[in-house]
């Protein structure tokens, strides 16, 4: 069985400021991990992804994302928010082949302060 | 590359009417799909999983013959909601999976049903 936390439905910084959104993943194989962002109305933008290779992940759009086995984490950071990053954000958990379907966390809405 | 497209983007109809959403990969193959349903403000919820050419495989809790999948090409999948309800209001959203690939799923941009 698989599961995702994401800690904090809402974060809310100022532009410009670090970005970091938790999530805390249990798996009973070795996971694949994954960030998306959807905005409104919108299907789901892989961020970025974690499949076994770096534990530093880098994505799109100036994201990262650091796979720890040891907290069974993969918070999503950025250096400085952009105005335009406000949107909602998943962690999603898959089995080790990744071909079975996405286990999703609850989301977070970043909101981004001018 | 590997665009997934959804028909239509937005549909209101009558209560106890059916409604067809497609599901289209646009420039690659997918031997697998997934249908996923998103309420207001929630995260996804997986449906379905759909694999070309065979029965597709349903979450607990999922009713099969309200929700019927189709994926009878490597490039089409159906989710046909039948006898829809106000209940059945939701975000539907597909994803699909290269076929011979790795393990990104790619989405589509979803279907927002309403039903009166």
């Known amino acids: 069985a698989q599961s995702v ?3 904090g439905s809402h974060v809310s910084v100022s532009e ?3 970005v970091l959104l938790r999530c805390n993943y249990s798996s009973s194989v070795p996971p694949y991990l994954f960030w ?3 905005y409104p109305n919108q299907g789901l933008q892989l961020l970025l992804k974690y499949t ?3 534990t530093l992940v880098k994505g799109i759009n100036g994201f990262e994302a650091e796979f720890k086995k040891s907290e069974t984490s993969f918070h999503l950071t950025k250096p400085s928010a952009h ?3 406000a949107a909602e954000y998943f962690c999603a958990v898959s089995g080790y082949t990744g071909r079975r379907a996405l286990t999703f966390g609850s989301g977070t809405r970043l909101q981004v302060q001018p | 590359g590997a665009v997934v497209s959804q028909h239509p983007s937005w549909v209101i109809c009558k209560s106890g009417t059916s409604v067809k959403i497609e599901c289209r990969s646009l420039d690659f193959q997918a031997t697998t799909m997934f249908w996923y349903r998103q309420f207001p403000k929630q995260s996804l919820m997986l449906m379905a999983t759909s694999n070309e050419g065979s029965k597709a495989t349903y979450e607990q809790g999922v009713e099969k013959d309200k929700f ?3 994926h009878a090409s490597l490039t089409l999948s159906t989710l ?3 006898s829809a309800h106000p209940e059945d209001s939701s975000f539907y959203i597909c994803s699909a999976l ?3 690939g790795l393990d990104e799923q790619f989405f589509g941009p979803g279907t927002r049903l309403t039903v009166l």
């Open chain 1, 5 to 7: 936390t994401q800690l």
């Open chain 1, 16 to 18: 410009g400021a670090l």
């Open chain 1, 36 to 38: 998306y962002v959807q």
């Open chain 1, 52 to 54: 076994s290779a770096a």
């Open chain 1, 83 to 85: 105005m335009s990053d």
């Open chain 2, 68 to 70: 019927l999948i189709n």
């Open chain 2, 80 to 82: 046909t909601v039948t």
């Open chain 2, 98 to 100: 290269i076929a011979g």
